[in-house]
């Protein structure tokens, strides 16, 4: 994507030239971010207020309420850089609207975006990611916390496009799981679906998941099932299954979306079979990218994969200054 065919961005921080008012939308009056920064957050599917939050949390550790003494001591005050957000190795990119709202935070005056890419695409080696033109105490002081973020969410991405190219041409589709940083969930499922991903329950409220303890206190997977059916019900439920006799017991009693855990690609082409498209189906445990397309293969619906959030490694991505133009 050519810097052409994306828009110049300018912004404040969250000082006086933050440029958040009350003229704005009612929506976005909590958010100290810019508004069209809030909205671009938005329409990406993440709270703006939460990542303002996030944002903060993180640059208020780095600072532990002191200053950045290496850049206050070496830079003047009044100096003004251009800093390029640049990859170090290939990869899919997710998070630039985040390193933005990190940006504001730290930003006391107006600063420049020019956007090379957006979240959710393939870039190189040395490709541009994003240049912000602000000033150079500013950029150095946000550098470690916008790339901590920035190289998190597009090492998620990377890895999970990595699982999306594999089940590329069957209907499966790479889903995550709650296995989430605390605090950074929003942020690190918003990187699944950058990187091809879809996702799991967001929390244990939107949703039901009837595992094997629950399955034990509930006295059987049907019985499990059915109490939290008839105590929500307007509530998507999975149940968890180990055999095909809990599999045929779940389908019966009426299951949205059964899990299928440690089944192997022919159980799970069996199981494909006895549900004869009754329920959705997903494959967890036993996964790996040089198995994915076999269990693809089978029919199922989805495949779950906890190492796209808690495993995955970081993209190398990295802050390089120059003068301002």
Known sequence: MSTDDLPLATTGG????????????????????????????AAAGLDPVEVEDIAT??????????????????????AVATGDFTAREAGVVAGLR???????????????????????????????????????????????SALNLLCR???????????????????????????????????????????????????????????DNHVVAAGGVAEAFKAVRKSFPDVPIEVE????????????????????????????AEAVGVVGGRALLEASGRLTLATARAYADTGVDFLAVGALTHSSPILDIGLDLREAE
């Not at 909590?30 to 909205?39: R, S, T």
Request: proline share 2%.
């Open 14 to 41: 969250c000082g006086d030239g933050c440029g958040c008012g009350a003229e704005h939308d009612e929506e976005y009056l909590e958010c100290g971010l810019d508004p069209v920064l809030a909205e671009l957050l």
């Open 57 to 78: 949390v993180a640059i208020q550790e780095d600072l532990a309420g002191g200053v950045d003494v290496t850049t206050v001591a070496t830079i003047s005050e009044e």
């Open 98 to 144: 985040v390193v933005e709202a990190v940006l504001s935070v730290v930003c006391t005056d107006e600063f420049e975006v020019e956007r090379h890419v957006e979240d959710g695409d393939r870039v190189e080696a040395g490709q541009k990611l994003l240049s912000v033109t602000a000033r150079t105490r500013d950029l150095l002081t946000a550098e470690r």
């Open 153 to 211: 969410l597009s090492g998620i991405a990377t890895a999970t496009r990595a699982w999306a190219d594999v089940l590329e041409g069957t209907k499966a589709k790479v889903r995550d799981t709650r296995k989430t940083t605390p605090g950074l969930r929003a942020l690190e499922k918003f990187a699944v679906r950058a990187g091809g991903g879809v996702n799991h329950r967001m929390s244990l409220s939107d949703a039901a998941l009837v595992k």
């Open 241 to 268: 299954v180990d055999t095909l006799h809990q599999l045929r017991e779940v389908v019966d009693a009426g299951a949205d979306l059964i899990l299928l855990d440690n089944f192997t690609p022919g159980e799970c």
